[in-house]
């Protein structure tokens, strides 16, 4: 743990030559952010303008310069943040010099890049992201990332930090775990959140100066479809419809089930996003004394006047000068481990059927059509052919099989349901 009445902050700049200047002496304001939907770090500081070896600092400190922060509370100098600078700005205000800059770190330019990325189906989580990462030349520190098998991909003009973000969730709709992106001293990690070994702990009135709670439903999703492959035309079907809390009216996302996907696996991803996204989101802001050490993603645990438990950090923001911090937080949820694979997994995949296959219809209800809500009546059992399939145009989905009469006859058996035939 960490004393905060030891707290001391050093900030560096790495100087073209290699040296490295330390600039403590000199700054007047300084702190870093790491925020939600980005995945880098910026880094701010303002220091006095003053001269080195005879020179301004704003000539030795320029565009692309290297800045660093350290922190130490009694347990050794660690850094906490550093990035390149981006912004550099010398002003001179009441017959005072001062250079402020804006840094941000090694993801900032996976951050501001796009690409067209082609993933073969197949291609796995870490695979996609590792290689991103080294063609943009970062050196990886960590992967404890997902790797699922993803469907194939197509990313055109994207923003590499919006790939990575999209691939991490498929995974998690898929059944991985959530996971945080950051650079730490040069190098990129994937760690999943809440995994850090220090949880810090936080109350009101004794280390928190300031608390804010509150609930929204602005971006709840209630409601989401499953549409199929589409056909030559373009047209998808819908094939399943996955409810939420639709009592807060109907708003809806789409799902589009790929070929590698089988519908039992697309409605369980549908799931996932109102798993995600179906609750009323709670924001939870606090102010309190600094603990330079604590990045998003990590878990804390707070007592407020509403309660006590777990959260995980979404964003957070550290302030030098006032040495604090103010960060929001997502309640924190256990991962539930997934039950052991049951005897069925390992048996040989489902038969895939099309049209023009004969078959043999086990008897039951065949429908009018293939919408919900189609009259059905009682079809006997017999030999039969798939007359249209799940990937014909305006196919409702809930009945998606029309079964003929093997010599070619229609409206023998009608449209029928998954696994009424073999």
Known sequence: ??????????????LSDGRQLNITGAMTA?????GEGEISTRTTMTVANVKFEGKPLSSVITPNTIIAITADAGGGEKE???????????????????LTMEAYDELYNMQQSQDDRYLPAGTGTKSAIMGLFSDWGIPVGEYKGPDKPHAKTIFKAQYLSDIIMSLLDDA???????????????????????ANEDVYCFTEDKNVTMASDKISTA?????VKVLGLA??????????IVDGLTEYGIRQRIYNRSADDTLETAKAAAQAVIDEQGQPERGLSFTGADVPFIHKGDKVHLTTSTGAG?????????????????????PWEEETPAPAPAAEETAE???????????????????????????????????AKIHLDKDCANNGGVHPWCLIHTDGTSNVYGWVDDGTFE
């Open 349 to 383: 995949p489902a038969k895939e059927y099309k049209k023009g296959d004969i078959v043999q219809f086990k008897g039951g209800t065949h429908y009018v059509s293939s919408y919900a809500g189609a009259k059905g009546y009682p079809a006997t059992a017999g030999p």
């Open 231 to 240: 056909d030559a035309d373009g047209k998808a079907a819908p094939e399943a």
């Open 1 to 14: 743990m960490i004393n905060i009445a030891k707290l001391t902050y050093r900030a560096y700049a790495v």
């Open 80 to 98: 906490v943040a550093r990035g390149a600078v981006a912004e550099w700005a010398p002003s001179r205000s009441n017959g005072a010099n001062s």
């Open 310 to 330: 777990l959260f995980i950090i979404k964003s957070i923001s550290h302030n030098i000068a006032t040495r604090s911090m103010t960060f929001t937080v997502k």
């Open 172 to 194: 998690e709709k898929h059944g991985a775990d959530h996971y945080v992106i950051r650079a730490e001293s040069g190098k990129a990690y994937v760690l999943p959140v809440g």
């Open 219 to 223: 971006s709840l999703v209630t409601r």
């Open 30 to 34: 300084g702190g870093w952010n790491e």
